[in-house]
């Protein structure tokens, strides 16, 4: 297998709470791996750390009130990010590692035309002139499908509209050919047409520059369409991971299986959906007051007393190979329970 | 259908003026038509999905129906009374039969009141009970919602999202209405919790008897709480039909582009999806003929689609589609 792209081992970024009511362990142990040229899709729902996980990969964590905690690890061509000097990090961050975010309308700067911004980061990372930047930043935009792209150049923000605007978000993070793109929710702020556009956009960059992408949503659906390999966080940690057709086939965690069963679908009839929807009870416990053992098991419909009590490590699923699916649950040792529960 | 419709709504028009330019200076802009020439019925007890984009006026449709914003024409009836006709006591009094949950149950609730005092309120405005009585009427209220009692003294701030759209459903339902708009009820809720308040809404409507005007942009969760559905675009109905018959076939290229472009939770499916080129038209200067022929995918597009509005006409008993190819849908 080639060697992974980016490695996470570990992660734990905390926070102090204002109020003094504790820490705030909003990632708390997470380890995965990027391969170079696939999308990882990391989904879970507000409060699960998959947006605190990608702001502490380019060390964008805001020191106080969080921190990342030593024996953290974090590894991308070889060189760990978090021991990186300022000066090698601002080399990597918007070059090799670039991020879009999920809101188009405040993360560009309003007082800038659009090309400007674009072609910010290669006058900086690949000291073009200002013209070669200029130049660069209409291919940008052509490249993402902005009709006129050399008059939208010196548009402002305010002139687009949210689509466009992710769309100028993307030309400016791939300016300078990243080897890894983290997209952070880069379609929740806009309407379902205009969504399937950005995602064919993306697809169609990922092939052509053949980066990776990580990709962090709160929707399976994204994640079913776009993601080769998926990890599913809750509270602060990773409890499955595994490649999307197998989770889709056979999720083990019953967090997963809960949030799969709960989404409302198209693709069944109307017969079948008329019902009440499956629903996971309960809902996601604070960040400074995770619950002990098993994080789920208040939630969980097989939990026993060992689940209260004991945290399960991620465990691998039968019949894969080592570390292909693993599952943060004590049912892999006692799958009997799982059926007896059915 | 075998119910009378509890609700009614004929030629529905709201339009917006047009903003000036910078500082009030300069000639106004073109009026928006941000609803233009809606209707529709819902019979008791059903849900109609009203769904579609940013900007295609379905939230100003619900509400312009609770008289929340003025309609500029049209008819509304709830159960034969004239909603647009009602002035002051007896509009407040029609207002006691239809209420509305928002999406955002950030922005909705009253930082400063209770839950307690927030249910109490409605309770109070429309004379409904006694303070000793309302009290009472409020616990109930919260474990039908299914919330704990102990929630009445808590701060919606104290609250996660979930639980703020119940205590918003509370209210709602505190006055006893037989018309709840639901405007984007569960847009802003993680997928678990959203699963838990459609069902709840499910299980209230069976119960009380209740009528709803369902708005969302999701199509997969309308599917799963509308008996009717309606499909907007630049401010008119392009398309209205049972759920059961538009889900497995849609008349309309809108309605059969917005099902391919939503994401299915199965990797498997290899499905053809329609990605519409552009983006939706402002709705101040829409265009000539069919609002949605610049970014129509129908193979059978022709000069009539770019000349001639397509009427919303009954293509087979019971659906209704805006299109001059509804008979040879795409």
């Known amino acids: ?342 | 259908m075998t119910h009378a419709p509890l609700v009614q709504v004929e030629g529905l028009v709201k339009r917006f003026p047009g903003e000036r330019a910078l500082f009030g200076l300069g000639r106004a802009r073109r009026t928006v038509r941000a609803v233009d020439g809606v209707s529709f019925a819902i019979a008791a007890g059903q849900t109609l999905g009203l769904v579609g984009e940013s900007g295609c006026g379905k939230s100003t449709v619900g509400r312009a129906i609770l008289r929340l914003i003025e309609p500029d024409a049209g008819r509304i009836t709830l159960g034969g009374a004239d909603v647009v006709a009602l002035r002051g006591r007896e509009l407040r009094a029609l207002r006691r039969r239809m209420q509305i949950v928002f999406q955002d149950p950030y922005g909705s609730l009253n930082p400063r009141m209770t839950v307690q005092q927030t249910l109490a309120e409605p309770l109070a405005i429309h004379r409904l009970a006694t303070a000793a009585d309302a009290k009472r009427r409020v616990t109930a209220l919260l474990e039908e919602v299914g919330l704990d009692p102990a929630f009445g003294t808590a701060y919606p701030h104290e609250l996660s999202g979930g639980q703020r759209q119940r205590v918003g459903i509370a209210r709602a339902l505190s006055v006893e209405p037989q018309f709840l708009v639901l405007d984007e009820p569960v847009s802003a809720l993680d997928v678990s919790v959203q699963a838990q308040v459609l069902n709840l809404l499910a299980d209230l409507q069976r119960k009380r008897r209740l009528t709803y005007l369902f708005i969302a942009h999701d199509l997969a969760v309308v599917k799963h709480i509308a008996d009717d559905v309606a499909v907007m675009y630049l401010g008119k109905i392009v398309e209205r039909a049972p759920a059961t018959a538009l889900y497995a076939g849609p008349r309309h290229p809108y309605t059969t582009s917005l099902l391919s472009a939503v994401p299915v939770p199965d990797p498997k499916a290899q499905r053809q999806r329609i990605v519409l080129e552009g983006e939706v038209p402002s709705p101040a200067a829409p265009p000539a003929g069919c609002p949605f022929n610049p970014r129509c995918p129908h193979p059978k597009k022709n000069d009539r689609c770019r000349t001639e509005p397509p009427a919303l006409r009954e293509v087979v008993p019971g659906r209704f589609a805006a299109c001059h190819f509804a008979e040879q849908p795409m």
């Open chain 1, 1 to 342: 297998m080639t060697e992974p792209l980016l490695r996470v081992r570990d992660l734990k970024t905390y926070f102090v709470t204002e109020q003094g009511s504790g820490t705030a362990r909003a990632v708390d142990g997470v380890s995965f791996d990027v391969y170079p040229g696939e999308t990882l899709g990391v989904v879970g729902e507000s409060g699960c750390g998959k947006t605190v996980t990608s702001l502490s990969i380019l060390r964008l964590i805001p020191e106080p009130p969080g921190h990342i905690r030593p024996g953290s690890f974090i590894e991308f061509e070889g060189r760990n990010l978090l021991t990186l000097a300022p000066k090698e990090l601002r080399a990597v961050r918007g070059n090799r590692i670039a991020m879009i975010f999920q809101e188009p309308m405040t993360s560009l700067n309003p007082v800038f035309t659009v090309g400007h911004q674009i072609a910010e980061a290669a006058i900086v990372h690949q000291r073009l002139s200002r013209k070669a930047a200029r130049a660069r930043a209409i291919e940008m935009l052509t490249l993402v499908g902005i009709p006129d792209p050399g008059e939208r150049v010196d548009h402002y923000p305010h002139q687009m509209s949210g689509g466009m605007r992710q769309r100028v978000m993307i030309a400016m993070a791939l300016i300078c050919h990243p080897q890894l793109l983290i997209a952070d929710e880069p379609t929740t702020a806009l309407d379902v047409t205009i969504q399937a556009q950005i995602l064919e956009l993306l697809d169609r960059l990922q092939r052509e520059l053949g980066m990776a992408v990580m990709l962090i949503t709160h929707d399976l659906g994204i994640v079913a369409g776009s993601a080769d390999r998926v990890v599913v966080m809750y509270a602060g940690q990773v409890v499955e991971q595994a490649p999307t057709t197998e989770l889709f086939a056979r999720p083990l965690h019953p967090y997963t299986e809960g949030l799969l069963a709960s989404v409302p679908r198209l693709d069944t009839r109307v017969s079948q959906v008329r019902g009440r929807l499956h629903s996971i009870p309960g809902q996601v416990p604070a960040a400074t007051a995770w619950p002990a053992g098993c994080r789920f098991h208040p939630r969980c419909p097989y939990a026993w007393d060992r689940c209260a009590m004991e945290e399960p490590p991620l465990l691998d699923s039968p019949g894969g190979e080592a570390g292909t699916h693993t599952v943060r649950c004590w049912l892999l040792t006692e799958p009997g329970r799982r059926e007896r529960h059915a």
